[in-house]
Nanobody, 119 residues
Framework: QVQLVESGGDLVQPGGSLRLSCAAS????????MYWVRQAPGKGLEWVSA????????YYADSVKGRFTSSRDNAKDTLYLQMNRLKSEDTAVYYC????????????RGQGTQVTVSS
C-alpha cells in the first residue's frame, strides 16, 4: 500500500534552515506529481509546493516562494523540501502528499513532521 514517511522536522531559530525528506513506497513514485502541505496550530491544511514527475517544474505558495525549494530523487523514491530563512509563521506540521482531490484534500498523506521556528 501507499506509504509516505516524512522526516527532518526540528526546532530551529528564525532565519535558520531545515531540509525535510519524504520516503515513498507502494507506488511508482516517478509517475506522480508530489506535494508538500502544512498545517499550523489551529489552522487548516495549506498547500506549500508541487513538483512534477521529473522534478523539472516546481510551484510554490506565495508565502514560501524564494525561501523553499522542492526536489525529488526518483532513483531513491524520495521527495525533499529545503527550507531557508525560516520564519515563525512557518511553524507547522509538514506533510508530503499525492493525488489531490476535488475537495482540496489529498488521497494520501504521510504522518507529518513537526517544524517549529522559535527563538
Amino acid at each position: 500500500q501507499v506509504q509516505l514517511v516524512e522526516s527532518g522536522g526540528d526546532l530551529v531559530q528564525p532565519g535558520g534552515s531545515l531540509r525535510l525528506s519524504c520516503a515513498a513506497s507502494g507506488f511508482t513514485f516517478s509517475n506522480y506529481w508530489m506535494y508538500w502541505v502544512r498545517q499550523a496550530p489551529g489552522k487548516g491544511l495549506e498547500w506549500v509546493s508541487a513538483i512534477d514527475t521529473g522534478g523539472g517544474s516546481t510551484y510554490y505558495a506565495d508565502s514560501v516562494k524564494g525561501r523553499f525549494t522542492s526536489s525529488r530523487d526518483n532513483a531513491k523514491d524520495t521527495l525533499y523540501l529545503q527550507m531557508n530563512r525560516l520564519k515563525s509563521e512557518d511553524t507547522a506540521v509538514y506533510y508530503c502528499a499525492k493525488d489531490p482531490t476535488s475537495t482540496g484534500g489529498y488521497e494520501y498523506r504521510g504522518q507529518g513532521t513537526q517544524v517549529t521556528v522559535s527563538s
